[in-house]
């Protein structure tokens, strides 16, 4: 069964499952979700904890001698199992498997690990602990996303945020839901009615967003132009190597002009994305990014990305920065223009 972080309070009320699957990228999202369900097994008299990390020095023996461990004296426990950000080996995942039968009703079983795709949900090992347990995906809110998360996390904190202290929010911790959660805490304390507005937050808090190169690249799919010169400015003032971003933004357009030389062959938009491997989420970001950009405009801007980084490597009195705001309106489609962004 799949639920979200949001609803696992409740379903824990409701009794503990034998197996809880939390995967995702975002951090907190993920300890509060371990830490709930610790805390409820432990009501429940899971009072002993043992944690292990798969990789190649893991004994998997050890962790079959803790479900293995019958006896009077016993106590309930409960097994935290950490993956490795990359994909399980065969041998791992047959060691996984083999864990499955051991279980029994005085272990609780935490298997914590990265985002998952498809096809890694797709596995034995996985879909064997999903039958009789919770799958919890904990990923970071996108920004579409954010603000409705925003709202639920102030109701469960007795907050009551009006439509523009939402969006502030959303702007200023997009990216950062660990600063979040600070300064939502910090809220609850400088005003016990709970009552947020826009002069207390301008007040109260100050900016900490934090974007990542692929928030960057998801903008210029998206031909969010706004968007993508203010995280290209806060990248800038965060110190971030503009080279980084230059070669992620480069993979993109090379992956696209593959996409357009695929469909000029005659493929479908669909073949060419499950060869891709592109998320479902994303198709129609990049289905509408296709149709704007075609392939001459493509090379254009490959091209364009190539004189800023000769420009980086070359020419250190110049100003790569703007230059790469500038590419950000182009590929955009907007007129190459550095007004001010709010």
């Not at 995967?23 to 993920?30: I, S, V």
């Not at 507005?197 to 969010?224: C, M, V, W």
């Not at 132009?225 to 995280?231: E, F, Q, S």
């Amino acid at each position: 069964m799949r639920i979200y972080p949001e609803q696992l309070t409740q379903r824990l009320n409701q009794g503990l499952c034998q197996t809880y699957l939390i995967f995702g990228n975002e951090p907190l999202l993920k300890e509060e979700s371990k830490q709930s369900i610790i805390d409820a097994a432990q009501k429940q008299g899971f009072d002993e904890k043992h944690r292990f990390v798969i990789d190649s020095q893991l004994n998997w023996q050890d962790v079959y001698d803790v479900c293995q461990a019958l006896s009077l004296f016993a106590s309930r426990q409960i097994i935290i199992l950490t993956l490795p950000e990359n994909p399980l080996t065969t041998a791992q995942a047959n060691a996984l498997k083999e864990l499955q039968p051991m279980l029994h009703q005085d272990l609780v079983l935490i298997l914590d690990g990265p985002r998952l795709n498809k096809k890694q949900e797709s596995a034995k090992w996985f879909t064997s602990f999903q039958a009789n347990g919770l799958h919890v995906p904990c990923n970071t809110p996108d920004g579409r996303q954010l603000p409705r998360f925003i709202e639920n996390r102030c109701h469960s904190l007795g907050l009551h945020p009006d439509h523009e202290s939402v969006m502030l929010l959303a702007q200023w911790h997009e990216g950062n839901l660990l600063a979040l959660s600070q300064s939502l805490m910090k809220l609850q304390l400088l005003y016990p009615d709970g009552e947020l507005t826009l002069p207390r937050l301008q007040d109260a808090l100050s900016r900490h967003n934090h974007y990542t190169p692929f928030q960057l690249t998801d903008a210029l799919i998206e031909g969010k132009a706004k968007r993508a010169v203010r995280i290209v400015r806060q990248l800038e003032a965060e110190g971030v190597e503009i080279t980084i971003l230059l070669r992620v933004i480069q993979k993109e357009l090379i992956q696209l002009c593959k996409m357009q030389e695929y469909g000029a062959s005659g493929m479908g938009l669909s073949k060419i994305f499950d060869h891709f491997r592109v998320w479902q989420t994303r198709r129609p970001a990049m289905t509408a990014a296709l149709h704007r950009l075609t392939l001459p405009t493509l090379m254009h801007l490959l091209q364009s990305l190539a004189a800023i980084e000769v420009m980086v490597k070359t020419d250190f009195d110049s100003q790569p920065w703007p230059a790469l705001s500038a590419f950000c309106l182009e590929m955009c489609g907007h007129p190459l223009s550095l007004s001010p962004v709010n």
